[in-house]
């Protein structure tokens, strides 16, 4: 019997496209929006493998929302990104939003709710949507960590309408408020959201400013109550918003015994009772995959005891404060070394390293397939030579802000690390086109490139790098004042490249340059030139016309760029969904309708 959804197409023959889209979300989602348009059996398919979904409606397009929720009826995910307030008190258009989502619950099979846009607490539409008995019983994961104004009343409602949460982020922040109610989110919430939510596996709260007050009790309640957490993520910006001691992280650890995250983001720690208490609250972290500590708790003493425990941990995120980390250095060693055969990321920001302290870490570090180091003083480009060499699993590395000086080349540094995929080096003052060009040549199979804000670069290193990685789809070259010919002189000016996305914020390109990214990046879906201001509309239309995925550009702050252009940039491209133009722009309604009417927003930012 056919499948009734895929048209003529044989059941087998479905399932097997149907495998084949789910291969190409996995890759890049966006690519099928273009299978899509083949036929109506394609565009059936791949409504049915899309399976997260980011509502970006204006006022405009809100009535179009049912439309778009019975298309994709697979859907388990939902973004609500959206620019329908007038400003950020005004939630009932988001209440709107989700009276609709709750409309056709019964068609969708929703587990994920995430917030992306600054709202106050959305009481009514949560209501709203726990009247569908399926999105009740279904939803598992809510993300309101961009909801302002929460207070505990809010978590209690949470717990009430959706029991079956198990992933829930949640943020306490006074900035809008009034300051009639300083703290909103207490342990109380904290204890009565634990009691609820039995299912809860996953939780972050995330106090900014001083509306909130935790204390070891919030831990006690969750450790006690969720019996199937297994990640806690608390990140508190003052020491006068918590009382949280060593006492209550050992009871986390002692009774979570499914606990296998912990992020501890705090500005300090306070003291226990006793102090031979001091660390002890790690000495139960046997279970740990993942650990992120902020700068109060990176401490020789404690950084020992957990290496001690021989965490099975597999993510590794420290934060230090900048100085001498003499001290702890080798507390740090013990630690790599007791996780060294399960640990695969890791993170080390505003550490004093040198090249040399890498080098002894280096051994214990063979095994990782990411590295993020931000912030580093004193490391250079030997360490992306070191530990290139030294993790031959390596996929991703991020070396930022880096305050080392120019080294000196050794052509024992000309390895080949055929595992890197991603490579962030952004405002590392060292970086010149002669590295650049020794990094390329050491990770031929590049797809992420960002080196933003590198100024010693010129249109010859980054023409080289794009000749050895021809590989890279997305690269980010923001703020290096390259010219037009910024592909390079050495790279094949009639050769394709495979870009997808490119970051060129305020460089010197004009017409010419764009002329060029439309001849050469026949597949590029993203492009930012906000404050090229040499280029005009006739450099626009180069690249609308000759780029035929383009899906999103940002033309803030290009002062040469009209607003004449943009009903023919919808025309010339109807695959185009978003403009982002600076909100000095004063658009005509019918503008406004001609570019709506193809399905793309225009997004205006503030200077």
């Known amino acids: 019997m056919e499948n009734q959804e895929c048209g003529n197409l044989p059941n087998d023959c479905c399932r097997c496209w149907e495998l084949i889209f789910q291969k190409v979300r996995e890759d890049d989602e966006r690519d099928l929006d273009s299978i899509s348009l083949v036929s109506k059996q394609f565009l059936s398919i791949s409504n049915r493998v899309k399976q997260s979904l980011t509502l970006n409606v204006n006022a405009d397009t809100l009535h179009l929302l049912p439309n778009i929720l019975r298309r994709f009826r697979h859907i388990k995910s ?53 009247l569908s008995k399926n999105m009740k019983n279904n939803l598992k994961v ?33 900035y809008f408020f009034d300051d009639e109610t300083a703290v909103r989110i207490t342990d109380d919430g904290i204890g009565v959201l634990a009691a609820k939510l039995k299912e809860l596996k996953e939780i972050e709260i995330y106090c900014p400013l001083d509306a909130c007050f935790i204390t070891d009790k919030s831990l006690e309640s969750l450790s006690e109550n969720c019996v199937k957490l297994r990640k806690i993520d608390l990140c508190i910006s003052r020491a006068d918003q918590h009382n949280v001691t060593e006492v209550g992280i050992d009871s986390v650890m002692r009774h979570s015994t499914n606990l296998t995250s912990l992020s501890l983001d705090l500005l300090s720690l306070q003291p226990p009772t006793s102090p031979f208490a001091i660390g002890n609250g790690f000495a139960n972290a046997k279970n740990l995959h993942s650990l992120s500590l902020g700068q109060a708790l990176i401490s020789n003493k404690r950084i020992s005891l957990l290496a001690k425990t021989y965490p099975p941990l597999k993510k590794l995120e420290l934060s230090s404060f900048p100085g001498d980390n003499s001290e702890i250095l080798g507390a740090l060693k013990m630690l790599l070394h007791a996780c060294q055969l399960t640990l695969e990321e890791l993170s080390l920001s505003f550490w ?43 996929k991703i590395l991020t070396m930022v802000n880096m305050k080392g000086q120019e080294d000196t080349f050794s052509p024992d540094f000309l390895h080949k690390n055929y595992r890197m995929r991603h490579l962030d080096i952004s405002k590392n003052p060292w970086l010149n086109d002669t590295i650049l060009k020794n990094m390329g040549h050491v990770c031929p199979n590049l797809q992420f490139l960002r080196v933003s804000y590198c100024l010693r670069l010129t249109n010859v290193g980054i023409g080289e790098v794009l ?22 002189r050495y790279s094949d000016n009639s050769s394709k490249l495979n870009l997808k996305t490119l970051e060129a914020c305020d460089n010197k390109i004009s017409d010419e340059g764009m002329a060029m990214i439309g001849n050469r990046c ?28 383009l899906r999103n550009i940002c033309l803030y702050g290009c002062e040469k760029v009209s607003t004449n252009i943009l009903p023919e940039m919808v025309f010339s491209r109807p695959s185009l969904r ?3 133009l600076p909100s000095k722009f004063d658009l005509t309604e019918e503008t406004k309708n001609t570019v709506s009417s193809f399905g793309c927003r225009l997004i205006f930012n503030e200077a």
Request: with cysteine; hydrophobic share 40%.
């Open 142 to 174: 809510l993300d309101c960590s961009w909801v302002i104004s929460m207070q505990d009343k809010d978590l209690v409602l949470i717990a009430d309408l959706f029991p079956q949460l198990e992933e829930l982020s949640i943020q306490a922040d006074r």
């Open 578 to 580: 978003k403009i982002d």
């Open 522 to 549: 026949p597949n590029l879906q993203y492009l930012n030139i906000g404050f090229c201001k040499q280029v005009t509309d006739k450099g626009v239309m180069e690249v609308v016309k000759k780029c035929k995925r």
């Open 352 to 394: 004093s390293l040198t090249n040399t302290d890498i080098s002894d870490l280096a051994p214990y570090l063979s095994n990782l397939t990411s590295i993020n180091l931000d912030g580093l003083s004193g490391l250079t480009s030997v360490t992306f030579y070191t530990l290139t060499k030294s993790c031959p699993l390596l």
């Open 78 to 130: 939902i973004v609500i990104d959206t620019n329908i307030l007038k400003n950020i008190y005004d939630s009932i258009a988001i209440d709107g939003v989700l009276d609709q989502i709750a409309r056709y619950g019964i068609l969708l099979n929703l587990h994920a709710l995430r917030f992306q846009c600054h709202i106050e607490a959305l009481r009514d539409g949560f209501r709203a949507l726990a």
């Open 467 to 488: 000749r050895r990685c021809p590989a890279i789809t997305q690269l980010n070259i923001n703020h290096l004042k390259v010219s037009n010919d910024f592909f390079g």
